[in-house]
């Protein structure tokens, strides 16, 4: 086994690759080769991102320049949606590929026409990708070359709901899903839903009813639960923090079901996953998470009444973080080795 | 008719007694002759609320000094939930009253106690209130010399909820209330949940699934529709902006019914409310309504979902806003004086 | 006298022109007639700014129609610098106007040009201007047809400094300002400087000793002192809140000064000055003076050591506000016409 | 040499002992043996510190209980200002010691009472105490036994201004500093400044002209100038960030020194700093440096002004980053291990 991978990031200027490459650069079993990105192609990663002043002497290359893809292990494509897709069909058949976008992670190609806008023009090539949400696919991620890394939301709907469906717990046709996002989810390009004079002291709710993680929820929870009959109500808001996702997950228990079977279930899902923490009839808090690649899942029950919260840094376990873990498990590396020591303090 | 009328607040120097203080200084009928607050008697008011230095020469007074109380014509109480109740029966009889807090808002006396968590030493004088949700009750504050002005979630859930009640329209035994507050909602005395390196950044739910508005909520949607069988699900969360409430409503529609019946309805209902402002198939935003006494409601249906959202500022509409909004209605003055006024640009 | 008189707004849909609007639509002696804005040309006021939903139906005209100025009184010109000095040559002669640009601020052309960075076509309309510091140019303004409205910087470092110019109370060759202003004088634009995931967290310097409200500035306070050798260092930083400016001012006083004689300097100066409040030995809060027109002023001494701290919201005083209190001088209306009632509670 | 020391915090549950916590959960050379709190003594770390659920089973105990000191390699006393000069006496000899607090920064006893305004008991251990600036004091750290880590503020603005001291570069009678720090610098507890309704869109100046880190900059410049006469104005500020110091420092050149000296001054001072990284002619930004230990120094000329803006993580590299790194110099470990990895990259 190699001590060292060699891993590149196409399209490593906007948050999700930036947060990429600082955890890359920590990460002891990674040598970053090479950064892209289009508008920057040329310049130091410094220049741009004035964070990395000091940190890394690498240079943008260009996101067509394929040649630079020859000497790598892996790449993380990091692009728009829609960016990918184009891309992947002319990768060289070594390189293993985790991929950020939305372009590959729902199966059934009249969903993803349908929400996400366009025609898919690789979609052959969808079923080489395993849905790259660790603690519910960790098994064939192990096994996968190529991984496509779930959607920031989806992510926190999915652990919150996945170890539920199927075992009797909630009923299946009650699921209202209240999703609360981070300003640096839209992005690192200036628009006005990120205006500081409007963000700063604003909440709002945007993609009414319709957000396109819809799609890739309902299978995985299909997956979990095959006879579910496959709706639930998913409400994205925009908040006024910077990191993070808060989603407040709302079900309906079966007879008999208690806050208690609700723990049991939970731990038992959880007990061989290091980055989701349980808390225990409590509310968790995106600053408790931010920085750092934990999921914290919190619940409360009131009679038949079930609340599920989950919190997560929208940037790392729903971005980069969860790719590195990705990357961790397709390669055979200890699966929080260059995340576990991402911690925060206030 | 008096030109103006004399007006006290008792706890002037919270936030909602500031905002209400605020409002009346600009309000061309009312005289504000006495202001009181129990660790800042003796003081200016601009000592202690700095805002106000060069607006008025009032001094607080002790909010036990009743004798305070005879030359006026109407008392709004803004003390903490559980001092009304103690003074109100010592006001005198010629005096209109405006609580603010809880107190008098619940009609039924165990759930009072259920959710406040104290005994209620003078429920007898609850039937002289009317609950001040000006939009819904508006005929009976006419008469009312009395008036419980609503809580700031109950008023963004009631006004979203109650013109659909008993309307044949949504189904009523799947409600689920996610709201959002500000961190001005907690008052004015520091404390952890407010405190700005964990509230700037952070995002939670508290009083999980047990928030003591519940109970003026149901009885609220009871009124509109006296077969409903009275369970919604509400679960409030703490957000870093300082003014408003943002409410997201989840139901399901009836058989048959499409986003025109609810506008229709919305329409119908609000035709006479000046500060109800209706935005069809679209997000409100709290920051547009902060510093008004605006609530501004959006809604949008997919399929049998239906999601309303209410937006309004806690302190204003939540709050002193809707307990002017009262006054005027209570002295027949127009239901805007003072208030129209209170606009917001960015 | 009219009772009313006939305004509009050219160039109204950036946070300056909406501001205006706002304060303008509850001035009880202006009819706004027109508003102009070019991207929105043709739309209704409340669709480009939705907080103004249910309180105005006017819609957007085109800048460039300049008929639409015929029946007006007064012209408040809002656009972009460099955007007024090619409409005013083309202006109704009967038309008083308030320029809230750089324009026409600066008598020297050669410094105009030099901090501008371009040529003034019209300078010879310069002269017709008088520059609208109120509380320093009372006088003049009230005879002007033509009024250039200070910059938001150097109003905060004028209204500090002016009353001591000249008095034998500071040195004249030591004077650092230090500015920080919110993310609303930026613009209604979204830009990088502004994108809420940099700036909520985010402090630095920009302009680097290099602010084009320099000149204006020193012009200020030579007109107060005219042997002023002309020199101070200003520099501008870039603060997570939205709407305000705080500047700290650090002069040397001179032998035998203290601050009872600071005290009693600005004492006199603004006796007559109803939106300036001294804090004496004290500091202002830019949350003070949000949303009003105040400008709050203290100061300390520590032996030779002055410094200033003015505090004012550069949407406010800092631009529409001292707009509208100069409309009011111009047209003899009382001087806080409009205005008195802009108060903040938190 | 050990592979791994043994190292204690008193005083663990403020932002500062937990920042520490963290930083020295991930140092490869450290162990933490104890941690101790008196309000939370006997708790979990996790109960009181959420962020560290699952990170850490320690427990805190209570701070005067001794003997826990005793397997002790180095003790970090994080607890209030004057706790630790009445701890410091009654340590074992064998300790080494790191004090964050501002007890032992200042070698002389008058200026220690005249800012800090109360006695000094156990002055005469002053002498043992080596001033922890370490870019400045390198040397000295290496062979110490106890450290006094300096102030944050106090960390800004020596690390701006110590290289330029004693060179003929800066007029000695004019160095005005205006600092800027983010809410976290106020510690843990919650109070009116750092209320977060107050704080988030509020900005104030505080101890006027009057700070207590003004005598330990003082005696740092004259170290380093033993001929400077000493006397700087130093202003700090309470802004709406979290986390950093962002200090603006203000002085003229003498006759023929431009830009490029003082960026040679500070290349040939710094060069073997890792943690301190130079952007000439621009300014740093508190956000590109909080999280981790760099403090970044930017600075303009114009004619004779200079200004030199400071940005530091006031919880790192002002508090707990710098005591780790003078933990690293004083056991002689490579200065950045456990600190380089501390990045950002929004």
Redesign the interface.
């Known amino acids: 086994m190699k001590t060292k991978i060699n891993a590149g990031i196409w399209g490593a200027s906007g ?1 999700g690759g ?2 990429l ?2 955890i890359l ?2 990460h002891p079993r990674v040598n970053v080769l090479e950064v892209t990105a289009n508008e920057a192609a040329g310049r130091l990663v410094a220049d741009t ?7 890394t002497d690498l240079r943008f290359g260009a996101i067509n320049d394929l040649d630079r893809l020859n000497k790598l292990d892996l790449v993380f494509l990091c692009m728009p949606h829609g960016k990918s897709k184009a891309l992947v069909p002319n990768l060289p058949s070594h390189l293993k590929v985790i991929d950020l976008s939305g372009d590959y992670r729902i199966r059934d190609h009249d969903r993803y026409e349908e929400y996400y806008g366009s025609k898919h023009e690789s979609f052959e090539f969808q079923s080489k990708f395993v849905y790259g949400l660790c603690e519910v696919y960790r098994d064939k991620i192990k096994e996968a070359g190529y991984v496509a890394n779930p959607g920031c939301f989806a992510t926190s709907v999915e652990l919150g709901l996945a170890p539920l469906m199927g075992q009797n717990l909630i009923a299946d046709d ?1 699921i ?1 899903c ?1 999703a ?1 996002t ?3 989810g839209s992005g ?5 839903a ?13 993609k ?3 957000h396109q993680h819809l799609p890739e929820i309902e299978q995985c929870l299909r997956d979990a639960d095959p006879t579910w009959p496959g709706h639930l ?1 998913l ?1 994205v ?1 925009s ?6 996702i ?1 989603t ?1 997950i ?1 079900c309906r228990l079966k007879d008999g079901v208690d806050s208690g079977h609700i723990r049991k279930r939970y731990e038992a899902f959880f007990k061989s996953s ?1 980055f989701v ?1 349980l ?1 225990y ?8 998470v ?2 750092t690649n ?1 999921t ?1 899942i ?1 619940w ?3 009679h038949t ?1 079930l ?1 599920i ?1 989950v ?1 997560l840094d929208n ?1 790392v376990k729903g971005a980069a973080g969860q790719a590195v873990q990705n990357m961790n498990i397709m390669f055979h590396f200890a699966e929080g080795e260059g995340l576990s ?1 991402l ?4």
Chains 1, 2, 3, 4 share one sequence.
């Open positions: 948050y930036a947060e490459l600082k650069l920590g991102l004035p964070q990395f002043f000091g940190l009650f209202v209240d609360k981070g300003s640096s690192s390009k200036a628009k006005k990120t205006h500081h004079p409007e963000r700063s002291q604003g909440f709002w709710a945007y009414l009813l319709n109500t409400q808001h908040a006024p923090f910077v990191r993070g808060f407040s709302y290091e923490r808390r009839q409590a509310s968790p808090n995106v600053s408790w931010s920085h934990f914290d919190g409360q029950v009131n009444d609340v919260f919190a940037l020591g911690t925060n303090s206030v």
